[in-house]
């Protein structure tokens, strides 16, 4: 299973450990080539504005919207739900709030339940966490906190707020591998 890490900033090496450890080939996408028999894509955290240029720059954003055209799964995580939201790529129907939850210093973990996604609570780091803030017909919310959606998904593109890449847990790389057979 070949899944490409988008790699223009932000927390994609982590990504990648954890793809190899539940069995995947991680690959790191910085040019349109890169997209090449890609079964899956993780947008991942970092700064949203730094991760929308460099989409930009590297010519990315037609690869990505071709890559979702063709019903392959994404996984957007912090930042990358910001990038993945209607205002920015339209990859999925929500708007989300930068820093929702404060900035560096209110930074937590928090134990959360993600329905279809893991049994029992998964250790969720919220790093300068977005949250959404409106959600359009389809979007299905999985997970919340402080009753704000913080996990969501519209067909084969699901977004979380937190980074599931700074923790053991692989339990969400093996759900997202398992949706891109």
């Known amino acids: 299973m070949k899944i490409g890490v988008l790699a223009v900033q932000g927390g994609f090496a982590a990504h990648a450990k954890h793809l190899k450890s539940v069995g995947a080939s991680p690959v790191e996408i910085r040019t349109p080539a890169d997209f090449e028999g890609l079964d899956g894509l993780i947008l991942p955290g970092g700064e949203s504005t730094t991760i929308t240029m460099g989409i930009e720059v590297a010519g990315l954003a037609g690869p990505i919207g071709e890559h979702h055209a063709a019903g392959r799964p994404i996984l957007g995580t912090c930042a990358g739900m910001i990038v993945a939201d209607r205002d920015h790529l ?39 966490a977005p949250w959404v803030e409106s959600t359009g ?15 969501v998904r519209q067909g084969t593109v699901t977004a979380v707020s937190f980074h599931p890449e700074l923790t053991d847990d692989d339990r969400i790389h093996g759900w997202f591998v398992l949706t891109c057979r």
């Open 90 to 128: 339209g990859l999925i129907d929500i708007t989300t709030k930068r820093n929702a939850f404060g900035r560096q210093l209110a930074s937590f973990e928090d134990d959360i339940e993600i329905d279809q996604i893991a049994d029992g609570p998964v250790r969720a780091v919220f790093i300068r």
């Open 137 to 151: 017909e389809g979007v299905e919310v999985l997970a919340t906190i402080r009753d704000h959606p913080v996990a």
